[in-house]
């Protein structure tokens, strides 16, 4: 289980990747790169934060 803070850092990661256009995919590469995450977590997180901005990814 990460800390509150590290949540919060991945949540922005998230949003900040959205708002720029990245694609689903190269989010959840990220997530797994630098936060040590399994793929099932990153879309868990990704299900989790990106909410409508997410629609059509």
């Not at 900040?16 to 959840?28: A, H």
């Not at 790169?33 to 901005?53: I, M, N, W």
């Amino acid at each position: 289980m990460l800390t509150p803070l590290m949540e919060k850092a991945i949540e922005a990661l998230i949003l900040n990747n959205l708002e720029e256009g990245i694609l689903k995919d190269k989010i959840l590469l990220k997530l797994v790169q630098r936060f040590d995450l399994t793929q099932e977590q990153a879309a868990s997180y990704f299900s989790r934060f990106a909410g409508k901005q997410a629609e059509g990814y």
